[in-house]
């Protein structure tokens, strides 16, 4: 081979390993640049969080059809949706998560899935879930002995009492959660712990307790160089500088957290912090440019769904407009945050939203409304007073009891000196020193007197509170673990088909996908967008129990169970609702399946024969119920209310089939905007324009419907 040969065959090797070493990584970080994941830790990068909460439940119904995800990316997907403020996505990608971990039997993952739920519905002011899911993952931690998740979960629970009010209740919490952390040298916690405890003492009032616990906070987790969290406590310490009248101080304090914050890319606590800068703007005379930062901390509170931060935006809006002297905002703020203080059962902002409509009201010399809020004030304030300060006054009173005696001594002293001093004006030194020394002794008597009963006050109720919280430690011991076997089951026992506590775990998410995908597809007939209810109940049940015994009923129960296993789909969610009760909803379904997928129950039921431990099997038959879920497309948009209208509609199709016969169904197949001229009982009750109804009875004429007394 030639020269020129050999030159070729270098310059190939040359571009081979150009080739190896440059273009294959170019084209890996392309691939994986390019995966569902990656486009949407892009998008949240990016603050499009719209698209972002789109695509990830996009991705969440696709992996459930798959179900080829890990729980894992579920949860760690839901963790980013949940730093970025967006807490009904990351329900969802939760409760996925949970599912899996369920059925894996990770109890660790469990209880962090549930903390995270737990956080999630605080945000959204959902504070009876909240507290459900928080005490659902304590007894995992305490079954597991994790004294780390026990101390994060004491965390939470702290708040989430700080967020009701709950200001006595809050404290221990996070002091136990602070020892532990304190313990294992774990500083952002211990901050937290910290920032949270400053936070009780500045709700009440105590400004040098809240100013040292938020110093402490600060100096704790300096030396990290933590942007978010000194952000946050340097924001709280300008709040409490702005409650105390140190303007100045404050705007300086809440600027230079609100740098920090930006730096963080913390979208929650910077609109927390832009909020208090506008009250700060709105107190120094600048009331344009504070409802400015007012109105965009609101936007992203309401697009976040943190309905705490919209009453607290609504509330210095209301006092910025007050300050202006547009009294009609002012108030029309007010109203709307004392309906929604008084729906979530927050006294302490009732108060300042109704301290804001009397003073709208005054000015504007309406006396009568004004009178009338002022005793709304009176009752609330005597509320917090008898709940909160109790002790206080009785301490209070005794004191003024210990003066009240004391003073009587000295009229005593008084009255004897002067009758002395009359009768014999030469004994008067000896006389007045006795009378002293007696006084000065019986005083004394009475002040340690008072002080030693006290003494022996405290101690015994130190001691009886010691031996209560040991009974209790040792009974709840025997109950932890049978409650958190109920808990954290999600089934039947008898049946084994999921129980109600499932349902709604699992039913929000279901909603909001279905509703996501309806939007995404076009509005078609063949698309299978559609959730499905269908409630089914045993017809004559208690025949069976009254005639065979119980354990026959038991038998048909699980017999029955087996057969809506048979009818529906492993995808499908069947409920044991209770007694001889079934739900079923059937997911990414077509409306128009309804009467088959009714009559396919109808008639297997109806045909099967029931071994009930007799020489002959008994048959028996079922009545249906169904609606879409929901029935119609212009109802609320909220679930409590969504699912109480769906089962009403299900239970009263049921009981019309009930009442016409038996052995068949009715139900709803879709509802219409149009007005209809044959209007149903149906419709008149739950005030549909009209719909189509379908069932196996021989017409719609035929059905008797459940009668309902006139509103």
Same mark, same amino acid.
Not at 107 to 124: F, K, N, P, T, V
Not at 127 to 134: E, G, R
Not at 421 to 448: D, G, H, K, N, P
Not at 582 to 591: A, E, K, P, T
């Given at each position: 081979m030639g020269s020129k040969g050999v030159h070729t065959l270098k310059m190939l090797g040359c571009v081979l390993v150009y080739c190896l070493l440059v273009c294959a990584p170019v084209a890996r970080a392309q691939d994986v640049g390019n995966t569902p994941i990656?486009?949407?830790n892009h998008l949240l990068a990016t603050k499009q969080y719209d698209t972002a909460e789109s695509k990830a439940l996009l991705l969440l119904e696709q992996a459930l059809q798959k179900n080829d995800v890990s729980a894992d990316l579920f949860f760690n997907l839901g963790v980013r949706l949940q730093n970025a403020s967006r807490f009904e996505a990351s329900k969802a990608l939760f409760n996925a998560a949970l599912e899996r971990y369920t059925q894996e039997g990770d109890l660790q993952s469990m209880a962090s899935a549930l903390l995270h739920l737990g956080i999630a519905e605080r945000q959204l002011t959902h504070y009876t879930s909240a507290f459900s899911f928080v005490r659902r993952a304590m007894s995992i931690a305490q079954i597991e002995r994790n004294r780390e998740l026990k101390a994060k979960l004491q965390l939470e629970l702290g708040i989430l009492h700080q967020a009701q009010d709950e200001i006595e209740i809050a404290l221990e919490p996070l002091k136990e959660a602070l020892n532990y952390f304190r313990d294992i040298n774990d500083i952002n916690?211990? @901050?937290?712990? $910290? +920032?949270?405890i400053g936070d009780i003492y500045s709700l009440l009032n105590q400004t040098t307790l809240a100013q040292t616990y938020y110093?402490?906070?600060f100096n704790a987790v300096d030396p990290l160089n933590d942007k978010r969290l000194l952000g946050i406590i340097k924001t709280r310490i300008g709040a409490l500088q702005l409650k105390s009248g140190s303007n100045d101080l404050a705007m300086k304090s809440i600027s230079g957290g609100l740098e920090l914050l930006l730096a963080a890319n913390d979208d929650s606590a910077i609109a927390q912090a832009r909020l208090l800068m506008g009250k700060a703007l709105v107190e120094n005379g600048d009331i344009v440019k504070g409802r400015a930062l007012l109105q965009e901390a609101m936007s992203f509170a309401n697009s976040s769904g943190q309905a705490k931060l919209v009453r607290e935006s609504r509330l210095a809006l209301a006092e910025a407009f007050l300050k202006e002297q547009d009294f009609k905002q002012a108030l029309y703020h007010a109203r709307i945050g004392t309906v929604d203080a008084r729906k979530n059962r927050q006294l302490r902002e009732q108060l300042s939203f109704l301290s804001v409509q009397l003073s709208a009201y005054v000015s504007l010399g309406e006396f009568k409304k004004a009178l009338d809020i002022q !005793?709304?004030?009176?009752? $609330?304030?005597e509320a917090m007073l008898d709940s909160q300060n109790k002790n206080a006054i009785e301490g209070l009173q005794a004191e003024i009891e +210990?003066?009240?005696q004391s003073r009587t001594l000295e009229k005593l002293q008084e009255s004897k000196q002067l009758a002395l001093a009359q009768a014999e004006r030469q004994r008067l030194q000896t006389t007045l020193f006795w009378s002293i020394s007696l006084a000065s002794l019986l005083l004394l008597f009475l002040v340690? !007197?008072?002080y030693k009963q006290r003494e022996q006050t405290i101690l015994l109720r130190r001691e009886v509170r010691q031996?209560? $919280? !040991? $009974?209790?430690?040792?009974n709840s011991e025997l109950e932890q673990a049978y409650k958190t076997l109920e808990e954290v089951s999600l089934r039947d026992p008898l049946t084994g088909l999921y129980n109600r506590h499932y349902l709604e775990s699992q039913l929000p998410g279901e909603v909001k996908r279905s509703q996501f995908a309806a939007k995404q597809q076009s509005n078609t007939s063949s698309e299978k967008t559609d959730l499905l209810c269908l409630l089914v109940d045993i017809d004559h049940f208690k025949r069976i129990n009254d005639d065979y015994g119980h354990i026959a009923g038991d038998k048909v129960l699980s017999a029955f169970a087996q057969i809506l296993k048979n009818v529906f789909r492993q995808t499908d969610l069947i409920i044991r609702w209770g007694g001889e009760e079934f739900l079923v909803v059937c997911r990414q379904s077509n409306r128009e399946e309804l009467p088959e997928l009714a009559e396919r129950c109808r008639e297997m039921v109806a045909t099967s024969a029931f071994d009930v431990g007799l020489n002959d099997p008994i048959s028996i038959t079922c009545s249906v119920g169904f609606s879409l879920l929901p029935p @119609?497309?212009?109802? !609320? =948009?909220?679930?409590? =209310?969504?699912?109480?209208h769906t089962f009403a509609v299900v239970d009263y199709a049921l009981y019309a089939a009930k009442l016409s016969g038996r052995n068949g169904w009715i139900g709803v197949v879709e509802t219409y905007d149009k007005q209809g001229e044959n209007r149903t009982a149906l419709d008149n009750k739950f005030n549909f324009p009209s719909s189509r109804i379908v069932t196996s009875f021989n017409n719609i004429a035929s059905i008797t419907w459940p009668e309902t007394p006139e509103e």
């Amino acid at each position: 081979m030639g020269s020129k040969g050999v030159h070729t065959l270098k310059m190939l090797g040359c571009v081979l390993v150009y080739c190896l070493l440059v273009c294959a990584p170019v084209a890996r970080a392309q691939d994986v640049g390019n995966t569902p994941i990656d486009d949407i830790n892009h998008l949240l990068a990016t603050k499009q969080y719209d698209t972002a909460e789109s695509k990830a439940l996009l991705l969440l119904e696709q992996a459930l059809q798959k179900n080829d995800v890990s729980a894992d990316l579920f949860f760690n997907l839901g963790v980013r949706l949940q730093n970025a403020s967006r807490f009904e996505a990351s329900k969802a990608l939760f409760n996925a998560a949970l599912e899996r971990y369920t059925q894996e039997g990770d109890l660790q993952s469990m209880a962090s899935a549930l903390l995270h739920l737990g956080i999630a519905e605080r945000q959204l002011t959902h504070y009876t879930s909240a507290f459900s899911f928080v005490r659902r993952a304590m007894s995992i931690a305490q079954i597991e002995r994790n004294r780390e998740l026990k101390a994060k979960l004491q965390l939470e629970l702290g708040i989430l009492h700080q967020a009701q009010d709950e200001i006595e209740i809050a404290l221990e919490p996070l002091k136990e959660a602070l020892n532990y952390f304190r313990d294992i040298n774990d500083i952002n916690q211990t @901050s937290n712990c $910290l +920032l949270r405890i400053g936070d009780i003492y500045s709700l009440l009032n105590q400004t040098t307790l809240a100013q040292t616990y938020y110093q402490d906070a600060f100096n704790a987790v300096d030396p990290l160089n933590d942007k978010r969290l000194l952000g946050i406590i340097k924001t709280r310490i300008g709040a409490l500088q702005l409650k105390s009248g140190s303007n100045d101080l404050a705007m300086k304090s809440i600027s230079g957290g609100l740098e920090l914050l930006l730096a963080a890319n913390d979208d929650s606590a910077i609109a927390q912090a832009r909020l208090l800068m506008g009250k700060a703007l709105v107190e120094n005379g600048d009331i344009v440019k504070g409802r400015a930062l007012l109105q965009e901390a609101m936007s992203f509170a309401n697009s976040s769904g943190q309905a705490k931060l919209v009453r607290e935006s609504r509330l210095a809006l209301a006092e910025a407009f007050l300050k202006e002297q547009d009294f009609k905002q002012a108030l029309y703020h007010a109203r709307i945050g004392t309906v929604d203080a008084r729906k979530n059962r927050q006294l302490r902002e009732q108060l300042s939203f109704l301290s804001v409509q009397l003073s709208a009201y005054v000015s504007l010399g309406e006396f009568k409304k004004a009178l009338d809020i002022q !005793s709304v004030i009176q009752q $609330l304030r005597e509320a917090m007073l008898d709940s909160q300060n109790k002790n206080a006054i009785e301490g209070l009173q005794a004191e003024i009891e +210990l003066v009240r005696q004391s003073r009587t001594l000295e009229k005593l002293q008084e009255s004897k000196q002067l009758a002395l001093a009359q009768a014999e004006r030469q004994r008067l030194q000896t006389t007045l020193f006795w009378s002293i020394s007696l006084a000065s002794l019986l005083l004394l008597f009475l002040v340690w !007197s008072r002080y030693k009963q006290r003494e022996q006050t405290i101690l015994l109720r130190r001691e009886v509170r010691q031996q209560t $919280l !040991s $009974l209790q430690e040792k009974n709840s011991e025997l109950e932890q673990a049978y409650k958190t076997l109920e808990e954290v089951s999600l089934r039947d026992p008898l049946t084994g088909l999921y129980n109600r506590h499932y349902l709604e775990s699992q039913l929000p998410g279901e909603v909001k996908r279905s509703q996501f995908a309806a939007k995404q597809q076009s509005n078609t007939s063949s698309e299978k967008t559609d959730l499905l209810c269908l409630l089914v109940d045993i017809d004559h049940f208690k025949r069976i129990n009254d005639d065979y015994g119980h354990i026959a009923g038991d038998k048909v129960l699980s017999a029955f169970a087996q057969i809506l296993k048979n009818v529906f789909r492993q995808t499908d969610l069947i409920i044991r609702w209770g007694g001889e009760e079934f739900l079923v909803v059937c997911r990414q379904s077509n409306r128009e399946e309804l009467p088959e997928l009714a009559e396919r129950c109808r008639e297997m039921v109806a045909t099967s024969a029931f071994d009930v431990g007799l020489n002959d099997p008994i048959s028996i038959t079922c009545s249906v119920g169904f609606s879409l879920l929901p029935p @119609s497309s212009n109802g !609320s =948009e909220n679930f409590d =209310e969504v699912w109480a209208h769906t089962f009403a509609v299900v239970d009263y199709a049921l009981y019309a089939a009930k009442l016409s016969g038996r052995n068949g169904w009715i139900g709803v197949v879709e509802t219409y905007d149009k007005q209809g001229e044959n209007r149903t009982a149906l419709d008149n009750k739950f005030n549909f324009p009209s719909s189509r109804i379908v069932t196996s009875f021989n017409n719609i004429a035929s059905i008797t419907w459940p009668e309902t007394p006139e509103e």
